[in-house]
Structures are given as structure tokens and as C-alpha cells.
């Protein structure tokens, strides 16, 4: 069964340095997400990627943030200048559709130290 | 503004008897209504949506969800419970805009016990 993978499981780095989430999306879906997740807190949504451009984001995702769609099968996150309150699960997801349901990758737990 | 609200914090149920998981929604326009689950250190795994038509749906692992416009409620039911279902479950809503985008409840903690 296909599915959403995620690189890396778990990212250690220092406060102000950069990241960047992978994720492989599953082939035939139009539509990408990113997602994060606070310890203990509920799923918030970041940022829809259709088309090659971001169709929505949430206030959440400021200039720190950024999408990109480098090649025909991955699709990043970086976080430009890491926080302490950047540490959280994040969830990649894609979707065939805008109305279908998304399928979730696994996850990468960012900690920042 | 569009919401997700699940009123519980934890669910608990014996094992063989039947469970729900409430979920009440606040959107404009027609609602797309998703359950997802979430076991310890996993990703969140579909279990049914409600885009349109019936407005009791069947979904993954014998869970099916009845969607009531009136009382704008999409609640999460199973009619035997194991334990195996022990997990977060998380209710949401795909508002009518463009992006396909998730609105989230803050999540129900079913507890089964044997």
C-alpha cells in the first residue's frame, strides 16, 4: 500500500540554526501538506501546496517557513533560524484531491535545543 | 471561524461493549468530515470520511461515524470495542475553500480495558 514517507524520524539542532523536514508524498496525489503537532497538544495545520505554489497557509507559517517541491517526488519544509517553540511532531500529508482524505507520513519530531 | 470540538478528553470502555467518540463541528457551507487515529510515536491514520450522500459511513477496523446536520455532531462509533483500539482519535473538518486543508479537534483518548 502506498504511503507517505518522512526524513528524517527525529532532528536534534541548536536554537537560530536551519532545518529542513523531507517527505516523499504518494505518487499520484496533487495535494501536500505540512501539519505540526506540540507534545500534548492537538494537530495544527501549517501550509496546502498544490500546483507548485502554496494555495493556503496558517499564521502559524511566517517568513521563518518555507515549502518547496524540489523535484517530481519530494517535498520539504525548512525552518530558516530555529526557536525552542519550533520543537514539535511534523507531519507531512497528501491528498489526490482537495475533498479526499490526506494520508499522514510518520512523522519527524524536531527538538530544538 | 471554523471549529472542531470534542467535548472528551478520554473515553473509557470495557472490552466487547460498544463506544462512541463525539465530535461537534462549526463551518460554513457543506462540512467534509474526516476520523483519524493516532497510535503512541505514529503518524495519523485515516479511518472514514463523510463527504456526501449516507449519513451513517463505514470506515476502517469495524468503526463507522453518523454524521447529524442539525446537531452539526459527526460521532465516532464502534459496537464492540477491543482493546487494540486503545488509542487518540481525532476528528476533522475540511472547510469549503480551495485547499484541502484540516481543521483538527483537540483529540479523544480511548481507553479499553479487558
Known amino acids: 500500500e502506498p504511503e507517505v514517507t518522512q526524513t528524517p524520524s527525529h532532528q536534534v539542532t541548536q536554537m537560530g540554526q536551519e532545518v529542513i523536514l523531507r517527505c516523499v508524498p504518494i505518487s499520484n496525489h496533487l495535494y501536500f501538506y505540512w501539519y505540526r503537532q506540540i507534545l500534548g497538544q492537538k494537530v495544527e495545520f501549517l501550509v496546502s501546496?498544490?500546483?507548485?505554489?502554496?494555495?493556503?497557509k496558517s499564521e502559524i507559517f511566517d517568513d521563518q517557513f518555507s515549502v518547496e517541491r524540489p523535484d517530481g517526488s519530494n517535498f520539504t519544509l525548512k525552518i530558516r533560524s530555529t526557536k525552542l517553540e519550533d520543537s514539535a511532531m511534523y507531519f507531512c500529508a497528501s491528498s489526490r484531491d482537495r475533498h479526499t482524505e490526506a494520508f499522514f507520513g510518520q512523522g519527524t519530531r524536531l527538538t530544538v535545543v | 471561524a471554523q471549529s472542531v470540538a470534542q467535548p472528551e478528553d478520554q473515553v473509557n470502555v470495557a472490552e466487547g461493549n460498544p463506544l462512541t467518540v463525539k465530535c461537534t463541528y462549526s463551518?460554513?457551507?457543506?462540512?467534509?468530515l474526516f476520523w483519524y487515529v493516532q497510535y503512541p510515536n505514529r503518524g495519523l491514520q485515516f479511518l472514514l470520511k463523510?463527504?456526501?450522500?449516507?449519513?451513517l459511513v463505514k470506515g476502517s477496523y469495524g468503526f463507522e461515524a453518523e454524521f447529524n446536520k442539525s446537531q452539526t455532531s459527526f460521532h465516532l462509533k464502534k459496537p464492540s470495542a477491543l482493546v487494540s483500539d486503545s488509542a487518540l482519535y481525532f476528528c476533522?473538518?475540511?472547510?469549503?475553500?480551495?485547499?484541502?486543508?484540516?481543521?483538527f479537534g483537540q483529540g479523544t483518548t480511548l481507553q479499553v480495558k479487558p
Open positions: 463551518v460554513s457551507g457543506n462540512p467534509y
Open positions: 501546496f498544490y500546483n507548485n505554489e502554496i494555495s493556503e
Open positions: 463523510y463527504i456526501t450522500g449516507d449519513n
Open positions: 476533522a473538518v475540511g472547510p469549503s475553500s480551495n485547499t484541502g486543508k484540516l481543521i
